[in-house]
C-alpha cells in the first residue's frame, strides 16, 4: 500500500517524460545558442543549459501545453543566468531602472576590454559583438539576445522576462545603447554601429 | 517632439512596435534631423548584424550529457522522496498502532478482567460493572452457594 502511494508521488513526471524528451530534443540547438550569447563561453552555456533543463523537467507538470515551450524555457534560462550574474558580480550594481546620466554611473561597467593581442586574434565579427554582449547588464544582454538573435516580439520577450512591454521597450533602447558603447570601446574602428 | 525623444523610440520604430502615428512623427523628424537619422542608421546597422550572427552549434555530445542529467537528477531525486517518504508512512503506521493499543482505563473494566484479578486474591472487594449492577467475586460467590 504504502508503496503505491510512493507511486503515486513521484510519477506524473516520469508519465511526461517522453513529451519532455521530444521537446528537449526539438529545442536544444537554439536553447544551447541563447545560452552561449548569454554566457559568452560554451563550458557556461552547457552548465546554464543543464540547470534550465533540469528545472524545466522538474516543474514541466506545471506547464501549460496551450503556449510555447521556448518561451517558457527561456524564462527558466534567463532567471537562472540573470541571478547567477547577479550573485557572481562583486562589481557595484547599477539600476537598470535609473534613468541614463543622473548618477553619472550608469554606464560604469565592467573593463573587459581584450589585450591587443586578443583583439588581433579575434577579428572575427561574431567574437567582436560577443565580447561587447558579456560585458552588459543581464537584463538589458537578455532584452537584446530575445529581440535581435532570438528574433522575439517586445510581447514574448516581456512574457520570457516577466515583466511589461514598456520595460522591454526601454531595456531593448538602452541595451542597445549600452551594446554600442561597448563595440566603440573594445573596437573604435568599428564603423556604422558605436557611437 | 525632440531629439532625446525620438533616439528613445528607434529601437521600437525598427523593430515595428511602435504606433502608427508615433512611427509618422519619428520617421518625418529623422528626415529632417541628421543627428538623429545618423542614429537611425547605426541602430539598424547593429540590429542587422545582431541578426546575422552565427547559430552557435552545441558540442557533440552536450546533448546526452544534459539530458543524462536531467533524467538522472529526476531518478535520484524521485528514490529520495520515495525512501523519505516510506519512512513516514512507517513512522505514521507504527504511532496508529500503538495509540490504537494502548491500555485502556481501570474505570470499566470487563467483567472477565475482574474475575482474574479476584483470583489473585481481591474477595474482599465488589467491583462494578460499569453497566449500573455490581457483582460478586467468584470465591465470594461461591461461599454464598
Redesign the interface.
Known amino acids: 500500500m ?2 503505491s ?2 507511486k503515486s ?2 510519477k506524473p ?2 508519465e511526461l ?1 517522453p513529451l519532455f ?1 521530444a521537446k ?2 526539438e529545442t ?3 536553447a ?2 541563447m545560452a ?2 548569454l554566457t559568452s563561453n ?1 563550458s557556461d ?2 552548465d546554464l ?2 540547470e534550465t ?2 528545472r524545466a ?2 516543474f514541466f507538470a506545471r506547464y501549460d501545453t496551450s503556449l510555447p515551450f521556448t518561451s517558457w524555457l527561456y524564462r527558466i534560462m534567463t532567471n537562472i543566468h540573470i541571478d547567477s550574474v547577479r550573485r557572481a558580480s562583486r562589481l557595484k550594481t547599477v539600476s537598470i531602472n535609473q534613468p541614463q546620466g543622473t548618477t553619472g554611473e550608469s554606464w560604469d561597467l565592467p573593463d573587459n576590454a581584450p589585450t591587443f593581442e586578443e583583439a588581433i586574434m579575434s577579428e572575427e ?2 567574437d567582436r ?1 560577443q565580447t561587447a554582449l558579456k560585458a552588459m547588464t543581464p537584463e538589458f544582454r537578455t532584452a ?1 539576445v530575445l ?3 532570438q ?1 522575439m ?2 510581447e514574448e520577450v516581456a512574457e520570457v522576462m516577466d515583466t511589461s ?1 514598456g520595460t522591454v ?2 531595456r ?2 538602452r541595451g ?1 545603447k549600452q ?2 558603447c561597448q563595440l566603440g570601446r573594445h573596437y573604435p574602428n568599428l564603423t ?4 | 517632439m525632440n531629439c532625446e525623444r525620438v533616439q528613445t523610440l528607434l529601437s521600437a520604430l525598427l523593430d515595428n512596435e511602435l504606433g502608427a502615428e508615433d512611427a509618422r512623427i519619428v520617421r518625418n523628424h529623422c528626415n529632417d534631423c541628421p543627428g538623429c537619422y545618423h542614429e537611425l542608421t547605426a541602430v539598424k546597422a547593429l540590429k542587422s548584424n545582431l541578426g546575422a550572427l552565427r547559430t552557435v552549434e552545441p558540442p557533440a555530445h552536450s546533448f546526452h550529457t544534459v539530458k543524462e542529467s536531467v533524467f538522472g537528477a529526476r531518478r535520484t531525486k524521485a528514490r529520495w522522496v520515495g525512501r523519505a517518504a516510506m519512512v513516514v508512512a512507517t513512522a505514521c503506521a507504527a504511532l496508529l498502532f500503538l495509540w490504537v493499543s494502548r491500555p485502556q482505563p481501570t474505570q470499566g473494566q470487563s467483567p472477565q478482567l475482574a474475575a482474574e484479578s479476584d483470583e489473585i486474591g481481591a474477595q474482599d472487594y465488589v467491583y462494578s460493572n460499569g453497566m449500573g449492577g455490581a457483582y460478586q467475586p467468584a470465591s465470594l460467590a461461591r461461599q454464598g452457594d
Not at chain 1, 556604422?192 to 557611437?195: D, F, I, P, R
Open positions: 504504502v508503496s502511494w510512493v508521488f513521484t513526471s516520469e517524460r524528451e528537449m530534443a536544444y540547438r537554439q544551447y545558442n552561449y550569447r560554451r552555456a552547457e543549459l543543464q533543463y533540469v523537467f522538474r565579427l561574431d559583438f537584446v529581440a535581435d538573435i528574433g516580439s517586445y512591454v521597450r526601454s531593448i533602447h542597445r551594446l554600442r556604422g554601429v558605436v557611437e
